[in-house]
């Protein structure tokens, strides 16, 4: 046993297809994953045979996307996908975003503690402001200004923190003998009100074992900052190169010690596109038949826009011509262009650099289950995260591969732990228990 | 097989210990059922081997009452629980109170269709508007007037059912081979806008196979009618004798007629404690040992109040003496009042004629199984509802002894179904499929 620092592990679960938007129609893709929980709840089993820390579900309130030719991106329902999955596994974590924007704290903060006194506290909530105009119009509003809506996350926060407390911690009694179920001294109101948000409280829920859930963020903002500092234990964030990832990293934990924490209380987490293979050329094989469902025509075009020179669909099955690459270069705004370039300077086809995966989201890593391991190992002993939010391209393939494959690696190579530390997802991120407000 | 008319059967569930606030300690009860939801999972797959045609959970967003000595009323939160009873029954239907006045149609309308089709339509969902002030102040706000309650309660109720039809039921495609996954010609915004609230749409979420979830409401105002009337196909009621019982029925009928609905696709349940034990003086022990631990002090007051004379603690163990009972009168503005003055009559003792359930809030049956099934036939017969919401007063004894004792006598006497007629809430209840607003 070797006491290095271990890695921690978030598995993004999305919609039940793999996060890419070719995913449902691979052959081994469930079809009606979407509306058929009994295959989230396998990929999470998967995923908690890994020792994964936690599965994640991003969410907003609104179908936010056209869906003719892929599935949506959020599951159908947040909250009651995480308690199927509270139900049916053991161990790992559960969390979901949750939108501070259009939601009321009184309900957010009961459905989460109930979640997490069903599951023996193993919920997390990532709390995000949500600026989607459709989301904005479910709700008959318009979305608040940037300021509004951020004033609103901390009275949000603040609020269900509160209400997560509204029991002390010994108020339920359970003394058959005495008929004394709680005591009421002990249940109080919390009585917050804001500029925008009020609420009396109490809940109707004792402390879960790990008190309460988990908080997490997400982003990279000034804003985010605030609120990851005050509040949270766990960021997920997307930085694309290991520099950009390291220095954000050290601003956020200089961030958490303004606010007097202790800056190994917040762990960062970088989102990354694991598309595993046997070999390099069978996992871009995959890419490419998971491009062939895409929008190829419009990827080909903002290419050209990350080196400069203009690009047709019709070139897709060659390289960039001599004479253009001349004039290539760089887009500095665009943190994924010096890749971009690089591969499109081997001379491979367009259709190939675009099967690297350099306009995605978040990094893509293709290639073998040791060159995935190489990247997480590299990112992690310099210092660039506390560990990773795994978007798998493709389920069930993706989570199996990567639990199988992938983890082995780290495993022997000290990167990450053999089991589960404790039962909670506090303890599995190596936290404090927490209980009310923090001080 | 005969084809007389069957009742059908609602388990009303609580908290996890039974409806009497005495529950939760008796010998047999667990401990820790409020926050155990095992236990409410092993509760409804007893009623569903009893072939119950659905479950019930009352809710308030609020703590409503003093939990020193008696455990909370509502579950810990209704959605939470339902997923985790959708997931581990097979054919009961699953129904829960959501508040019309503290929510927003959005997010009522995405969970509950969520569980719809998480259960494969078993979902119900029992809207009422909520005056309670407590309720009022955990989001916030002040409890509108009545008539406001409503008419948000109309306009909340449309946006629902608005946002559930919004995917035409042949919208999703999954046509893995021509890459098609939604038809969006068939996925719309709905745009319903009212006095009090608005909401876009779509929904994220397909048809469940019973369409939507099925709507009922509770009470016997006329604004209760109303929302019967237009959306509702079941009604929780609190009728205190049979008579009663008809009359209101009949209007509930009538009232369906009104806004051109067949009145038979209106199920009326009034609510019965049954208190079930091998012979009526072991019933009645029971009831004596669980209102030891409930307010007797304020029940013999109440007592005296029903029939008009004045009653003290100290006489708990006297039949009320002659000289009084001279004087006593049954109160017209109580409909209990005629069989408490009865009772008392008898010269049994004031407890034993609390013990009797005289001031519960509905119907108390403390008898045989026999004499339950007796009381359920003669209302069913004579047309004063269409089955029972059925209040156990012990867990897991009274859901079990029901289950095992009383629907067997039902069926020997046809009235109550041998076996699910189909796998949907709809056809438990023999009501049409629905999807979107009512024609």
């Given at each position: 046993m070797d006491n290095k620092a271990k890695m921690q592990l978030v598995m993004q679960m999305g919609s039940g297809y793999g996060l890419d938007q070719g995913a449902w129609h691979m052959p081994n893709a469930v079809t009606d994953a979407y509306t058929n929980i009994d295959v989230q709840v396998e990929l999470a089993k998967i995923a908690e045979r890994g020792k994964i820390q936690m599965i994640f579900f991003a969410d907003t309130p609104a179908l936010t996307s056209d869906i003719s030719n892929q599935p949506p991106q959020s599951p159908m329902d947040p909250i009651v996908l995480l308690t199927a999955l509270a139900r049916e596994t053991e161990r790992i974590g559960l969390l979901t975003t949750i939108s501070t924007t259009f939601n009321h704290p009184y309900n957010v903060a009961r459905q989460l503690k109930a979640l997490d006194v069903v599951s023996n506290g193993r919920i997390g909530v990532n709390f995000v402001t949500t600026s989607n105009p459709v989301a904005a119009m479910n709700f008959g509003d318009k979305v608040p200004s940037r300021q509004e809506r951020y004033e609103q996350a901390h009275e949000f926060i603040q609020i269900v923190q509160g209400l997560w407390g509204s029991w002390e911690e010994d108020a339920l009694l359970l003394d058959v003998e005495n008929g004394k179920f709680a005591d009421m001294d002990k249940i109080?109101?919390?009585?917050l009100a804001g500029n925008y948000l009020k609420s009396r409280g109490p809940l109707p829920i004792p402390p879960s074992k790990q008190g309460q859930p988990v908080i997490f963020t997400a982003g990279g903002s000034e804003e985010t900052l605030k609120i990851l500092g005050r509040y949270a234990n766990g960021l997920y964030t997307n930085p694309y190169d290991m520099k950009t990832a390291s220095v954000y990293r050290e601003i956020f934990r200089e961030g958490a010690k303004k606010f007097g924490r202790d800056p190994n209380e917040i762990k960062v987490f970088p989102g990354i596109i694991p598309s595993i293979a046997p070999t390099k050329e069978e996992a871009l094989a995959r890419r490419r038949q998971l491009d062939r469902n895409g929008d190829l025509r419009g990827r080909v075009q903002y290419l050209g826009s990350m080196i400069g020179v203009p690009l047709s669909y019709e070139q897709i099955d060659q390289p960039v011509p001599e004479q253009m690459l001349k004039h290539a270069f760089a887009?500095?705004?665009?943190?994924r262009s010096p890749q971009a370039l690089e591969l499109v300077k081997t001379g491979m086809t367009i259709r190939d650099v675009l099967a690297h995966g350099v306009i995605n989201y978040h990094p893509v890593i293709v290639g073998t289950a040791e060159e995935v391991a190489d990247f997480m190992e590299e990112w992690f002993v310099n210092g660039a995260c506390d560990g990773f939010a795994i978007q798998p391209d493709v389920s069930f393939d993706g989570i199996r591969d990567f639990v199988d494959q992938v983890i082995p690696i780290l495993q022997e190579r000290g990167l990450f732990h053999e089991d589960y530390e404790g039962t909670t997802l506090r303890e599995h991120m190596g936290i404090p228990y927490q209980y009310g407000a923090m001080e």
């Open positions: 109080q109101p919390v009585n887009n500095p705004h665009d943190p």
